[in-house]
């Protein structure tokens, strides 16, 4: 009996020429927001978008949302078009500023987000109780958002953006204004989260912070997207080679070795051949100020 077909797994997101152009009428002329984005995000990945400010980060969350629409292409949520129920009903999303009602407390806030997501009873009763834990906010619960921090503002946020359970997550500058512990706490819960199967795109200006936690990301300027890839390839260093040399030679190879080293000045003591890996605050400078990265990194890794 022949095996049968491996089924293929849909991507979390994919978009396809997605471009979005904003007509500025009192200027006659035409603002490109987002140019021919081509992306494709597996399940289960964390992801960064990177860019400095309007360089159409913002405006692909919200083009992948179904909240504006496409100038031309399309995007693609686990095959489905952003704006469908089938979509929406798999996304949550954490805005970069989130409006809270102040009067509530940790347990209202996601009863009333749970209810609008059609979540009740019991099942919103054990959802709340499972976020809280989560997110850690059990001392917080019964306190009124007004009182918050704002990097519990942040977890409360987290929290009602998995009230309905969605398989993938969009986090517009999550850690904006946070301290650097409410940070890291963060950080732990996109962890926890990828550790859960979901997926995470986020939008962040902490490189150091994208660096731990991200699989792949993309680097935007001027509504471009001009790098995408994992981290291990887009952060070593193609252009520097670093030589250490092995010590299990015999002694006749170490000899030769050792001379023809010191004869190019070079000192011969214990080998190892690694590429030196740049920092993802250095290969995000180089892009955005047009400082080519090296060919082979500056194309799409990730389909």
């Known amino acids: 009996m022949e095996p ?7 991507l979390a997101v994919e978009t396809i020429g997605l471009t979005k152009i904003y007509p500025l009428t009192w200027k006659r002329k035409r603002l490109l927001a987002l140019d021919h ?3 494709q995000i597996k399940q289960g990945e964390v992801f960064g978008l990177l860019g400095p400010n309007g360089s159409g980060k913002s405006t692909t969350l919200k083009l992948l949302l179904g909240l504006i629409v496409p100038t031309s292409g399309e995007g693609r ?3 489905s078009l952003p ?3 089938e979509a929406r009903k798999r996304v949550g999303f954490l805005p970069e500023n989130p409006y809270f009602y102040g009067f509530l407390n940790g347990d209202e806030t996601l009863r009333f987000y749970g209810k609008l997501c059609g979540v009740t009873g019991a099942k919103l009763n054990k959802r709340i109780e499972e976020l809280i834990e989560l997110v850690g906010l ?3 619960r019964e306190r009124p958002l007004r009182s918050y921090s704002k ?5 409360i946020g987290l929290a009602q953006a998995l009230i309905h359970d969605p398989d993938l997550l969009f986090l517009d500058e999550p850690t904006a204004g946070v301290d650097p512990v409410g940070s890291v706490q963060i950080r732990d819960l996109i962890l926890r989260l990828k550790k859960m199967g979901k997926t995470v795109v986020f939008s962040s200006h902490l490189l150091e912070q994208v660096q731990e936690v991200a699989d792949r990301v993309a680097i935007f300027a001027l509504g471009k ?3 995408e890839g994992s981290l291990d390839v887009l952060l070593t260093e193609r252009q520097r080679m670093q030589i250490t040399i092995p010590t299990d030679l015999d002694e006749s190879q170490q000899q030769r070795l050792r001379e023809a080293l010191q004869q190019a000045g070079i000192n011969p003591d214990g080998v190892q051949i690694t590429r030196p890996y740049l920092s993802l605050e250095q290969l995000y400078i180089r892009t955005v100020s047009g400082s080519s990265p ?4 500056s194309t799409s890794t990730g389909k």
């Open 4 to 10: 049968s077909a491996a089924v293929a797994v849909p």
């Open 37 to 39: 984005l081509d992306l």
């Open 77 to 79: 949520i686990f095959g």
């Open 83 to 85: 704006e469908t129920l």
């Open 138 to 140: 059990q001392n917080g």
């Open 151 to 155: 990097g519990m503002l942040q977890r």
């Open 225 to 227: 997207k001009v790098l």
């Open 294 to 297: 090296d060919a082979s990194t």
